[in-house]
T-cell receptor
Framework: GQQLNQSPQSMFIQEGEDVSMNCTSSSIFNTWLWYKQDPGEGPVLLIALYKAGELTSNGRLTAQFGITRKDSFLNISASIPSDVGIYFCAGVTGTASKLTFGTGTRLQVTL | GAVVSQHPSRVICKSGTSVKIECRSLDFQATTMFWYRQFPKQSLMLMATSNEGSKATYEQGVEKDKFLINHASLTLSTLTVTSAHPEDSSFYIC??????????????FGEGSWLTVV
C-alpha cells in the first residue's frame, strides 16, 4: 500500500539533544497524526493535527501540520532514554479515516 | 484518552487451525475499525476496514476468505485467521476511529497481537 516519505530512517543521539523528523507526501491530507511504537506493542498516539499550519505541543513534543497539507514535522526537545522507539507519522484523508503511514524513524538515545 | 484493547496479546496455534483476535473500543463507540499487519522492522500495512453491521472492505492482495472480519457491535471487531500457516505468523494490530469527544478523525490503536503458527 501507499506510504509516506519519512526521514530520517534512524537517528542515534545523546541524551539531552533535540530531535527533528518529518514526513512528506505528494497527496494532501486532512489530518496528520504522530505515533510512537515500542517493540512488541501497538502505536501510541502522541499528537494529532487537524488544520493546515497548526502547531501543537505535548510536553517535550511539538508537531506542525504543513501549510500545503502535504507535510508535517515532529520535534522532541531534551531527549531522554525513554524516548527510544519507532516514530510513525500518518496522514488521514477522506471520510473513511484510512491512515497512510510513514516508513518510520527509529530513535536511539545514548547516555 | 480513548482506549482500544486487543486480545489475546500473544497466541500460538498449530498449522491448519483457526485463531480469533478481538479488538474492543473500551470507552467509545467505533463504527469503523481497521486491521493492520506489521512485519519486523516495517511499517503497518492496512489489511481491511471493518464497518459495524456490514461487510469489511479488504485491501488489494488480502484474502478475505482467509482473514475473516466481523464487526458485530459498535465496540467489537474480530479478525479470524483461518487455516493458519507459518507464513501468517505476524504482529496484528487493530485501530478504531474515535467518536464524539475524542476527535472524530483521530485513530487509536490496540496493543497488538502476536500470532505464531507452528
Amino acid at each position: 500500500g501507499q506510504q509516506l516519505n519519512q526521514s530520517p530512517q534512524s537517528m542515534f543521539i545523546q541524551e539531552g539533544e533535540d530531535v527533528s523528523m518529518n514526513c512528506t507526501s505528494s497527496s494532501i491530507f486532512n489530518t496528520w497524526l504522530w505515533y510512537k511504537q515500542d517493540p512488541g506493542e501497538g502505536p501510541v498516539l502522541l499528537i494529532a493535527l487537524y488544520k493546515a499550519g497548526e502547531l501543537t505541543s505535548n510536553g517535550r513534543l511539538t508537531a506542525q501540520f504543513g501549510i500545503t497539507r502535504k507535510d508535517s514535522f515532529l520535534n522532541i526537545s531534551a531527549s531522554i532514554p525513554s524516548d527510544v522507539g519507532i516514530y510513525f507519522c500518518a496522514g488521514v484523508t477522506g471520510t473513511a479515516s484510512k491512515l497512510t503511514f510513514g516508513t518510520g524513524t527509529r530513535l536511539q538515545v545514548t547516555l | 484518552g480513548a482506549v482500544v484493547s486487543q486480545h489475546p496479546s500473544r497466541v500460538i496455534c498449530k498449522s491448519g487451525t483457526s485463531v480469533k483476535i478481538e479488538c474492543r473500543s473500551l470507552d467509545f463507540q467505533a463504527t469503523t475499525m481497521f486491521w493492520y499487519r506489521q512485519f519486523p522492522k516495517q511499517s503497518l500495512m492496512l489489511m481491511a476496514t471493518s464497518n459495524e453491521g456490514s461487510k469489511a472492505t479488504y485491501e488489494q492482495g488480502v484474502e478475505k476468505d482467509k482473514f475473516l472480519i466481523n464487526h458485530a457491535s459498535l465496540t467489537l471487531s474480530t479478525l479470524t485467521v483461518t487455516s493458519a500457516h507459518p507464513e501468517d505468523s505476524s504482529f496484528y494490530i487493530c485501530s478504531a476511529r474515535g467518536g464524539i469527544g475524542t476527535g472524530g478523525n483521530t485513530i487509536y490503536f490496540g496493543e497488538g497481537s502476536w500470532l505464531t503458527v507452528v
